[in-house]
């Protein structure tokens, strides 16, 4: 991956990102997404954003040799602390865990204000996002799940709207599964489900041998739903 040449995931990242747009791609690393946007001329100004000192000076070190600083400001600190209220309509935040990302718009929620659009790619756990922004008034408008280099990656995009919209038919599916991923049910949502329910099944059996309490049977029954819920969805 580089400037030129994103990988998979994050061009379905970049596809989302409306033509003109003003973005703050937060735990940008390298800025490879920010960068590439601006050499295809797709959005108008960036903030690249990351907390950790390295990922921040790689993200300086090519923003400045592409000639970008223009473009994009490189800023370091936590989550949406680096963006000023008004200065984005849209925000990226990709390749970390589902709680993560949330934490990270609850934290920033003040600058959410001039924010048209989120577009979040969690690693794992996309319930923990669908959850925040159901609680936020934010109304998932698409969703997409990809298989890169052995492993499956979920894209979120989200609009200002009718949050329960989406889930008007299957609410506690669509929050775990995904309300248009469910729809859609294509072979690599087949094939993530199958494998988590696998996993849950592995762990109920385990659980099986461990002495009965109430944490037990309290994990033992959660486990039962989710299967039982990924079956349903599964065999429809
Ligand atoms: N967004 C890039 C991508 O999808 O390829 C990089 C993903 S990298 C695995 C996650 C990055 O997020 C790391 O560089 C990390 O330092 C940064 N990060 C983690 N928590 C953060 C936070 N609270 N605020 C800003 N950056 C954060």
């Known amino acids: 991956m580089n400037t030129d040449?994103?990988?998979?995931?994050?061009?379905?990242?970049?596809?989302?990102?409306?033509?003109?747009?003003?973005?703050?791609?937060?735990?940008?690393?390298?800025a490879y997404l920010p960068c590439f946007l601006a050499k295809n001329l797709k959005i108008s100004y960036a903030i690249a954003g990351e907390v950790a000192k390295g990922p921040f000076h790689s993200a300086e070190k090519n923003v400045l040799a592409e000639g970008l600083a223009n473009t994009i400001a490189v800023r370091l600190g936590d989550g949406l602390e680096v963006i000023e209220p008004g200065e984005v309509d849209c925000i990226t935040i990709a390749g970390m865990g589902g709680a993560l990302i949330s934490s990270i718009l609850e934290?920033?929620?003040?600058?959410?204000?001039?924010?048209?659009?989120?577009?979040?790619?969690?690693?794992?756990?996309?319930?923990?996002?669908?959850?925040?922004?159901l609680e936020n008034n934010w109304e998932l408008i698409a969703e997409e799940i990809i298989e890169e280099d052995s492993k499956i990656y979920e894209i979120l995009v989200a609009e200002k709207g009718n949050p329960a919209k989406p889930y008007i038919e299957k609410k506690e599916e669509g929050l775990l599964l995904g309300p248009f991923l469910m729809k859609q049910k294509n072979e690599i949502f087949k094939k993530k489900w199958t494998a988590e329910k696998k996993n849950w099944?592995?762990?109920?059996?385990?659980?099986?041998?461990?002495?009965?309490?109430a944490e037990t049977i309290e994990k033992k029954k959660e486990l039962t739903d989710k299967i039982r819920l990924v079956e349903e969805v599964l065999k429809s």
Do not use: C, F, M
Not at 201 to 213: D, K, M, P, T, V
């Open 5 to 30: 040449k994103l990988s998979v995931r994050l061009t379905k990242v970049a596809n989302y990102v409306p033509q003109g747009a003003r973005i703050a791609d937060i735990g940008s690393d390298h």
């Open 107 to 133: 934290n920033g929620n003040d600058k959410l204000d001039s924010v048209k659009r989120l577009i979040l790619q969690p690693n794992i756990s996309a319930i923990s996002i669908r959850t925040w922004l």
């Open 201 to 213: 099944q592995r762990i109920y059996e385990a659980l099986e041998g461990a002495s009965l309490n």
